[in-house]
């Protein structure tokens, strides 16, 4: 059975990882739409639909790295 300490250091890498996976995946879809459609403008309307994909999965991705981020040991 796992301390308190390695299951809180588990679920946060877990919780990184999955935001890594989601920038990816927005910049995954952003690339791969530009270039089956060679539009590389998405506010174009006709391509904001694709907007409301790539643009919250983004998002996610960088909100999240910044919170489950490894802390820096404080020197104090």
């Not at 890594?20 to 904001?48: H, M």
């Not at 639909?49 to 960088?62: K, S």
Request: net charge positive; charged share 15%.
């Amino acid at each position: 059975m796992m301390a308190d300490g390695e299951g809180a250091e588990f679920q946060r890498k877990a919780a990184f990882a999955f935001s890594v996976a989601l920038l990816a995946l927005g910049i995954i879809v952003y690339w791969g739409w530009a270039l089956a459609y060679d539009t590389w403008y998405p506010f174009d309307r006709g391509n904001i639909g694709i907007y409301t994909i790539y643009a919250p999965l983004i998002c996610f991705g960088v909100i999240g790295i910044l919170l489950f981020r490894k802390k820096r040991p404080s020197t104090t």
